[in-house]
Structures are given as C-alpha cells and as structure tokens.
C-alpha cells in the first residue's frame, strides 16, 4: 500500500453513484487508493442486494439499519452505531434494508486471506 498522507474528507463534495438492488437502490460516494476503498454507502428503503458478495469488509452503520443475511442462512440486524467485520472469502453476504440505511464501509488488500 502506499502511503496516504492526512487527508481532510468533506463527503458532501464526493459525487453519489446509484447501484440498482434487486429491489430499491444504494448510493456510494467511494474515495479509491492503493489496496484501500473508503466508501459512505446509503441504502433505500426497500434495499435488497442483487448478489451475493465474498469480498472482505469493516462496516459501520451511521444511521438506520439493515440485515446482513449470510447465503448459509445466518442474519443479523445492525442499527446506528453498530459493526461488522469479515475477512474476504469468509463469507457470502448480501445486505437487506427495510428502512433505509447510510454506512462507512472500508475494505482492501489487507482483508486477503495471506
């Protein structure tokens, strides 16, 4: 990874990008570096993933809440100020909100499996 210098983020700058779920909609406003993405994500209400995802993740949940619903039948609900971390591989995931939901999601090289 390279080194990212202190760098001061006003995500209000940061243009939103729509990605259809099976049903409603997410927004991502994404900040790209070497091995490292930073993303605020916004899920509709109504938010259903249209995959299944394996990639690794660190997800906090600013406002809302929403389940993440494992493809082995697991799911958990996470509200404003809650966390989840896996690394890639270890999981096949989507995301479900009923409500609505805005999170900090960071993933990278170092949630590879080394």
Same mark, same amino acid.
């Given at each position: 990874?390279?080194?990212?210098?202190?760098? !001061?983020?006003?995500?209000?700058?940061?243009?939103?990008?729509?990605?259809?779920?099976?049903?409603?909609?997410?927004?991502?406003?994404?900040?790209?570096?070497?091995?490292?993405?930073?993303?605020?994500?916004?899920?509709?209400?109504?938010?259903?993933?249209? !995959?299944?995802?394996?990639?690794? !993740?660190?997800?906090?949940?600013?406002?809302?809440?929403?389940?993440?619903?494992?493809?082995?039948?697991?799911?958990?609900?996470?509200?404003? @100020?809650?966390?989840?971390?896996?690394?890639?591989?270890?999981?096949? !995931?989507?995301?479900?909100?009923?409500? @609505?939901? &805005?999170?900090?999601?960071?993933?990278?090289?170092?949630? &590879?499996? &080394?």
């Amino acid at each position: 990874m390279t080194p990212i210098p202190f760098l !001061h983020i006003d995500w209000t700058t940061i243009p939103k990008e729509e990605h259809p779920g099976t049903t409603g909609a997410s927004f991502w406003q994404t900040l790209q570096f070497d091995g490292l993405r930073v993303r605020i994500v916004e899920y509709s209400a109504n938010y259903l993933a249209d !995959h299944w995802c394996q990639k690794g !993740h660190i997800v906090h949940c600013l406002e809302g809440s929403f389940i993440s619903e494992e493809e082995s039948g697991g799911r958990i609900e996470l509200s404003a @100020g809650m966390s989840y971390i896996v690394s890639d591989d270890l999981s096949s !995931h989507r995301s479900i909100s009923v409500t @609505g939901a &805005k999170l900090l999601i960071i993933d990278g090289e170092f949630l &590879k499996d &080394k």
